[in-house]
């Protein structure tokens, strides 16, 4: 089957700071999105990106489908963006396959 | 268009009985998938169903477990004979299929 990872698997910032959450995956897919566990235990959907570039206020991601990546950029980090953050891949008519996850702190 | 609904949102049940979580898709999805977590860890994939039929169910262990998504009413996950190990929060999502997928808020069960 498909395997993900993600790297880093941990990563602590100051407030204000900026970081890229990378995301490989094996083999090709048809579907890939982001999401953001917080610390009640919510998923959040961030961005559905099979491919391209996406913005949305401070955090964009960019999925380079041919290579198997995909990046997710947070600017301007804030206390809320804590948690975890996992990509999750799918195959046509397929289940979905979630990664480790990386799990930010945003320390004040 | 209400989100996907899990519930109940919290259950507690004791060694030997069964569980029984509900899940009631977005509007319009026909696709439902389970997942577990365990605390500090990620998601694990249990069982991928459309209406009336299991499509894949590589992720749920042999025994005590089984799910349904019938023609109607909501998809269900039954554990039955529930034991410590089976305490983790479980989540549901749901897909019109073949695009972006919605989680539920989970259920967390605790087996005392």
């Known amino acids: 089957g498909i395997q993900v990872e993600q790297s880093p698997p941990d990563l602590i910032l100051q407030e204000g700071a900026n970081s890229t959450l990378r995301c490989n995956f094996s083999?090709?897919?048809?579907?890939l999105q982001w999401f953001h566990q917080n610390p009640w235990g919510q998923l959040i959907n961030l961005f559905y990106?099979?491919?391209g570039t996406k913005q949305n206020g401070r955090l964009s991601a960019t999925t380079v489908a041919t290579e198997r990546y995909s990046l997710l950029y947070i600017s301007s980090s804030q206390t809320t963006d804590s948690g975890v953050y996992f990509c999750a891949v799918e195959r046509s008519a397929s289940k979905i396959i979630f990664g480790s996850g990386t799990r930010l702190s945003i320390r004040p | 268009n209400a989100g996907v609904m899990q519930n109940p949102r919290h259950l507690v049940r004791r060694r030997g009985q069964e569980a029984r979580l509900r899940c009631s898709p977005m509007k319009g999805h026909s696709h439902v998938y389970w997942y577990r977590q365990l605390p500090e860890e990620g998601l694990k994939f249990m069982v991928y169903l459309q209406k009336e039929n299991i499509i894949d169910e590589s992720g749920m262990p042999k025994e005590r477990f089984s799910a349904e998504f019938p023609k109607e009413g909501p998809s269900i996950l039954r554990i039955q004979q529930v034991v410590r190990g089976d305490s983790a929060a479980y989540f549901c999502a749901s897909s019109p299929g073949d695009a972006e997928a919605f989680f539920g808020q989970g259920t967390r069960l605790t087996v005392v």
């Open positions: 083999d090709s897919v048809n579907n």
């Open positions: 990106i099979p491919s």
